[in-house]
């Protein structure tokens, strides 16, 4: 199996250890982040979504024009654009770019957050929701003819796309969600499922699931781990700037009040959360320290050592059928880049020389 790497572009420089500083959305900070995950040889970088944040289509359009090789991974959450103009979205910007967009789907585990976006319903039903969106997206990315559909949330007549991807079947899909829910449909749906940064046991737990759900409907899939690597020329000095990152994410959340102030309700954070109650170092080098501290605000687990001890760890998740690494870092320019220089190069390598040799 191969490896592909994911960077992260935000639309401006903050993190947990970084205030955010307007404004909101820094042309200058996207177009300096993706140049620096091309430079690097990330295959792609992630654009996020957030009920109130800038859009992120547009944002990867903007990311896609200042580069000329980097591929988007653009978050989407479906329910609030209509199916079929989505697909043509996604399929636009896919010819103008060259064919270098995927589509993560990102249902939502938080009520609150949906609700702003004018959302009231529970997140099964979201998740049955996503299920019949991206029915008819694929229809619309992939029929030759007008189609008609007729479902609980969406019905349309005579729905076709003049714009075709020259990608077959269709644009790559990522999923992300960990509940039974979440599961069912990217069983159905996903070419490549999303999780966070797990342990060992939990990720092979929840590959195994997944993997029988897309057994069910005669597909497979493949899987991505979501990480933050903390690297430093020896493994004490690793860990010692963990422990700063720790500090330094503490003091932040103190100062701006942003610990999380209820349990998760997504099942990935609880996940996250688990891990942490089991102690802040597990398996070789997973860190959970940032998750158990704010609460697994999302992607909040890290592998911490030289990059050769952090390649040796991922080669770990490689063997338990993760393809795709998303990683960025606490300090997401100059991590971006150490992480090109020192980690992406070497864990390419490990990996080939793994592969057997075709007789």
Same mark, same amino acid.
């Given at each position: 199996?191969?490896?592909?790497?994911?960077?992260?572009?935000?639309?401006?420089? /903050?993190?947990?250890?970084?205030?955010? /500083?307007?404004?909101?959305?820094?042309?200058?900070?996207?177009?300096?982040?993706?140049?620096?995950?091309?430079?690097?040889?990330?295959?792609?970088?992630?654009?996020?979504?957030?009920?109130?944040?800038?859009?992120? &289509?547009?944002?990867?359009?903007?990311?896609?024009?200042?580069?000329?090789?980097? #591929?988007?991974?653009?978050?989407?959450?479906?329910?609030?654009?209509?199916?079929?103009?989505?697909?043509? /979205?996604?399929?636009?910007?896919?010819?103008?770019?060259?064919?270098? *967009?995927?589509?993560?789907? *990102?249902?939502?585990?938080?009520?609150?957050?949906?609700?702003?976006?004018?959302?009231?319903?529970?997140?099964?039903?979201?998740?049955?929701?996503?299920?019949?969106?991206?029915? *008819?997206?694929?229809?619309?990315?992939?029929?030759?003819?007008?189609?008609?559909?007729?479902?609980?949330?969406?019905?349309?007549?005579?729905?076709?796309?003049?714009? +075709?991807?020259?990608?077959?079947?269709? &644009?790559?899909?990522?999923?992300?969600?960990?509940?039974?829910?979440? &599961?069912?449909?990217?069983?159905?749906?996903?070419?490549?499922?999303?999780?966070?940064?797990?342990?060992?046991?939990?990720?092979?737990?929840?590959?195994?699931?997944?993997?029988?759900?897309?057994?069910?409907? #005669?597909?497979? *899939?493949?899987?991505?781990?979501?990480?933050?690597?903390?690297?430093?020329?020896?493994?004490? +000095?690793?860990?010692?700037?963990?422990?700063?990152?720790?500090?330094?994410?503490?003091?932040?959340?103190?100062?701006?009040?942003?610990?999380?102030?209820?349990?998760?309700?997504?099942?990935?954070?609880?996940?996250?959360?688990?891990?942490?109650?089991?102690?802040?170092?597990?398996?070789?080098?997973?860190?959970? #320290? &940032?998750?158990?501290?704010?609460?697994?605000?999302?992607?909040?687990?890290?592998?911490?050592?030289?990059?050769? /001890?952090?390649?040796?760890?991922?080669?770990?998740?490689?063997?338990?059928?993760?393809?795709?690494?998303?990683?960025?870092?606490?300090?997401?320019?100059?991590?971006?880049?150490?992480?090109?220089?020192?980690?992406?190069?070497?864990?390419?390598?490990?990996?080939?020389?793994?592969?057997?040799?075709?007789?």
């Amino acid at each position: 199996m191969s490896v592909e790497f994911i960077g992260y572009i935000g639309t401006r420089l /903050q993190s947990e250890i970084i205030p955010a /500083q307007p404004p909101v959305l820094d042309p200058a900070h996207v177009e300096q982040a993706a140049r620096i995950h091309e430079a690097g040889g990330f295959d792609r970088a992630l654009v996020a979504f957030h009920s109130t944040s800038p859009e992120s &289509i547009l944002v990867a359009a903007h990311a896609a024009s200042v580069t000329s090789r980097l #591929g988007l991974l653009i978050a989407h959450r479906p329910g609030f654009t209509a199916p079929t103009v989505a697909a043509r /979205q996604f399929t636009t910007l896919y010819v103008f770019t060259g064919g270098r *967009i995927a589509l993560h789907v *990102i249902t939502g585990g938080s009520d609150e957050e949906l609700r702003q976006d004018g959302s009231f319903i529970g997140k099964d039903e979201r998740y049955a929701r996503t299920d019949e969106y991206l029915d *008819i997206v694929r229809r619309e990315w992939t029929s030759t003819a007008p189609f008609d559909h007729q479902g609980k949330y969406y019905h349309v007549e005579q729905a076709f796309s003049a714009v +075709k991807s020259p990608q077959h079947p269709h &644009i790559p899909v990522y999923f992300g969600g960990a509940s039974d829910a979440a &599961i069912r449909v990217a069983g159905k749906h996903a070419d490549v499922y999303a999780l966070w940064g797990e342990t060992y046991a939990q990720v092979a737990e929840l590959v195994g699931r997944v993997r029988a759900e897309a057994a069910r409907h #005669g597909r497979k *899939i493949r899987f991505s781990l979501s990480l933050r690597p903390i690297l430093a020329d020896t493994e004490a +000095k690793a860990w010692a700037k963990a422990d700063e990152i720790l500090e330094r994410a503490r003091d932040l959340a103190e100062r701006s009040n942003s610990f999380r102030k209820a349990p998760p309700e997504n099942a990935g954070s609880q996940r996250l959360l688990d891990a942490a109650a089991k102690g802040a170092r597990l398996d070789k080098r997973l860190w959970t #320290g &940032i998750a158990g501290l704010l609460g697994a605000q999302g992607s909040s687990t890290a592998l911490v050592g030289t990059p050769e /001890q952090v390649a040796d760890a991922l080669l770990d998740y490689h063997d338990l059928g993760i393809t795709t690494f998303l990683i960025r870092g606490f300090d997401p320019l100059d991590d971006a880049i150490a992480y090109g220089r020192d980690l992406l190069p070497l864990t390419r390598e490990l990996i080939a020389r793994r592969r057997p040799v075709a007789a």
